[in-house]
């Protein structure tokens, strides 16, 4: 099962067996009030120096998002995805809520993007994978229905199982289809680790599809996030997630080690490589 998605210049292939594929997560305005500011102040240039130090940090894919209360989200994106695009030649993933911020960004995408996200919701699955399908684009699908999220994987699984079903109803293949489980906080619902490690896989199991995971979510609120997040990302690859939207450079290395013990990195190529570079970077 291969996902591919691509820039003008660059295709990524999130796979099994294959090395993780990191989407950089901090092109984002949420709770950055520094970066709601440029946006209000249309200073793109800071959207482009965050790409290129996710990128140089060793993400795979730019997660943009630029939600930010009072402006038109509708333009917004799609302008950013322009500058965002003019500056890295990593694909991107466009995530919004918002149907036609969605479709003003598919507009002027060059390559095939990854959108962020349709849910089990029936207001969603109308309005987004009619864009899907007619831009050719993959899509994450999240485990949430009108009912909202689950705690259960029981009923994380059968959302799964509507999202590709309705997926594949409008044409769309299962390998454009990757499924995220959802985290919550493991400081205020103990057991959301477990429900989602359970979750991932059965659905890889049942469905065969890529998975994917916002893993930052399950360390809020607690101390040490870079440790808990890190060790998550590790139990997530191990239970067939293939591709994680994350911090990069605070969890590479610990995606890389787990890639390297899961046979994923032959000779240990990919983890020596950061080693190195690391270390480098810290004698500077």
């Known amino acids: 099962m291969e996902t591919k998605v691509s820039s003008l210049t660059k295709e990524v292939i999130i796979g099994d067996h294959r090395p993780t594929v990191l989407i950089g997560e901090r092109i984002n305005p949420t709770g950055k009030k520094k970066l709601q500011e440029a946006l209000r102040a249309g200073r793109f240039e800071v959207l482009r120096k965050e790409a290129l130090t996710q990128v140089e940090a060793g993400a795979d894919v730019l997660d943009v998002n630029v939600a930010t209360f009072g402006l038109d989200e509708v333009s917004l994106l799609s302008q950013a995805v322009q500058e965002i695009n003019g500056e890295v030649d990593v694909p991107l993933c466009l995530d919004s809520a918002n149907p036609e911020a969605l479709e003003s960004a598919l507009k002027v995408y060059k390559g095939k993007p990854l959108i962020n996200s349709v849910t089990g919701e029936e207001r969603s699955l109308a309005r987004v994978l009619p864009l899907v399908?007619?831009?050719?684009?993959?899509v994450i699908g999240l485990v949430q229905d009108d009912e909202g999220i689950p705690k259960d994987e029981g009923r994380r699984v059968a959302i799964a199982h509507k999202i590709v079903e309705r997926a594949e109803k409008f044409g769309i293949s299962r390998e454009d289809i990757l499924i995220d489980c959802l985290t919550f906080a493991v400081g205020a619902q103990p057991n959301s680790g477990l429900v989602v490690m359970e979750a991932i896989r059965k659905i890889k199991a049942e469905?065969?599809?890529?998975?994917?995971?916002?893993?930052?979510?399950?360390?809020?609120?607690?101390?040490?996030?870079?440790?808990?997040?890190?060790?998550?990302?590790?139990?997530?690859?191990?239970?067939?997630?293939?591709?994680?939207?994350?911090?990069?450079?605070?969890?590479?290395?610990?995606?890389?080690a787990a890639d390297l013990i899961l046979g994923r990195d032959k000779y240990g190529r990919r983890y020596i490589e950061d080693y190195r570079k690391r270390k480098r970077s810290q004698n500077l």
């Open 207 to 256: 469905l065969g599809v890529n998975l994917t995971l916002g893993a930052s979510n399950i360390s809020f609120g607690l101390p040490d996030r870079q440790l808990l997040n890190s060790a998550f990302v590790v139990m997530a690859i191990g239970a067939g997630v293939s591709c994680l939207i994350v911090d990069v450079e605070k969890v590479r290395p610990a995606a890389l």
């Open 133 to 138: 399908r007619e831009y050719g684009a993959a």
